[in-house]
């Protein structure tokens, strides 16, 4: 049992201790905390108690220096953790150190986890693949040749990579209202999230040629926090050929402040999707990394204040794993450093009310979607605030990432 006090539902008990990035008024310095409750155990306060060599990881201001330490360095770290936060452990029985290094999470400020050097965002939701395949070449040919095949995936914009409760601004930019016609320049119409989960990248840098091993993949994840991809519909769908999503993508990429362990997630172990036909050797692996983790998306209009969850989905539904998505990143020898953050695509599940994305819940703004408060939506409005959870629960026990929130913001016109 631990000392500090866990109210019943929260997400944050003792067997998750999740990472993240805060400060406070009183201490402004961006540090590393563990959530436990309604608290923020403060590492840098409490390092004597860790191996000398892993201190000055502890003491850092982003998550990076742990994270390039390894798999071993993680399991240390949370086992101290953990003993930490027990009744009668030496912070328990030192009132004037759980003064120093308790913080009320309702005190702290929440910042971007992580230093992320590249941004990668794939496209491994099945049903969400075939949803928009079907809209847009008919369902003979909903999934490109390639889908079952590859990881398929996109470099994103590592620098527009936002902490949870960052307002994101509507875009403006070039679109095509109608098929045939000029193109016009104004602000997005078609604005939308996107339900994602993304993992970090840990463990040492590897050298550019090197390969990452679908075997070795699981040492290389840190952690995992809820994403949404804010995306342009209709400047997406003017620039995306022939080369991908561009400005559709790079005004913002929201994601939540708490990284979840893999060993807090490791008892909502499922079976990985069944995948047919068999991939290629280099993508094949029996070990489970596929997880029952429960997703849900609102979305509050600031005109009712009412929050609507209009999504519920699972991180089961993905079809490939966190394993081939690096085995796939690194086949070519591409390099990863620590702090590299890995995203999942919309995770859509196969029910109508599940779908990660206004493109699909709307069908392509074909069916209004009903909001709290006699509104409905087909897309995002401006002050329209966008709130992902994510959870798993067994019986007693959840193990919860919080929420990762954004505010839509009116687009800034020009001059």
């Not at 009744?87 to 929440?110: I, N």
């Not at 849900?296 to 204040?305: A, C, L, M, W």
């Not at 709290?372 to 026990?397: A, P």
Request: charged fraction near 20%.
């Amino acid at each position: 049992m631990s000392f500090v006090s866990v109210p019943q539902g929260s997400d944050f008990p003792i067997e998750n201790l999740p990472y993240g990035i805060f400060s406070t008024s009183a201490k402004p310095t961006a540090r590393i905390g563990v959530a436990i409750g309604e608290k923020i155990l403060d590492l840098a306060e409490v390092a004597k108690f860790y191996p000398e060599n892993l201190r000055a990881a502890l003491g850092a201001t982003v998550l990076n220096d742990l994270m390039a330490l390894g798999c071993e360095a993680w399991a240390e770290v949370r086992r101290i953790t953990r003993e930490l936060l027990l009744t009668g452990s030496p912070l328990h029985k030192d009132a004037v150190l759980q003064t120093r290094a308790l913080v009320a999470q309702s005190d702290a400020k929440m910042h971007l986890p992580a230093n992320i050097g590249d941004y990668t965002d794939f496209y491994s939701s099945i049903h969400h693949a075939t949803n928009v395949g079907v809209m847009f070449r008919g369902k003979e040919n909903a999934l490109m040749p390639n889908w079952k095949h590859i990881p398929v995936g996109y470099h994103g914009r590592a620098s527009s990579v936002v902490v949870s409760g960052t307002p994101i601004r509507r875009p403006y930019g070039q679109t095509l209202p109608v098929d045939g016609a000029d193109p016009a320049f104004g602000p997005c119409r078609l604005f939308d999230f996107e339900l994602e989960m993304a993992f970090l990248i840990g463990g040492p840098p590897t050298q550019l040629g090197e390969r990452v091993p679908v075997g070795e993949a699981a040492k290389r994840v840190f952690g995992f926090v809820l994403m949404n991809d804010w995306s342009a519909r209709d400047i997406q769908k003017w620039e995306y050929v022939p080369l991908g999503p561009f400005t559709a993508k790079n005004l913002g990429t929201s994601i939540s402040p708490w990284v979840v362990p893999v060993a807090a997630l490791e008892p909502f172990l499922v079976d990985n999707y069944a995948q047919d036909p068999q991939p290629f050797p280099y993508l094949r692996h029996e070990q489970k990394f596929n997880f029952d983790i429960k997703l849900e998306v609102d979305i509050k209009p600031s005109s009712t204040g009412v929050a609507t969850t209009v999504c519920r989905s699972n991180y089961r539904n993905l079809y490939w794993t966190a394993l081939q998505q690096i085995a796939h990143h690194t086949v070519t020898g591409c390099n990863l450093k620590p702090g590299d953050l890995m995203a999942s695509g919309t995770i859509s599940g196969d029910a109508s009310d599940s779908f990660g994305s206004m493109l699909e819940l709307s069908w392509k703004g074909t069916k209004p979607v009903p909001l709290g408060g006699g509104e409905t939506r087909k897309f995002l409005q401006d002050n329209d605030e966008v709130i992902v959870r994510g959870y798993c629960s067994n019986g007693d026990l959840r193990i919860g990432f919080g929420s990762c929130r954004g505010l839509v913001l009116p687009a800034t016109p020009f001059e």
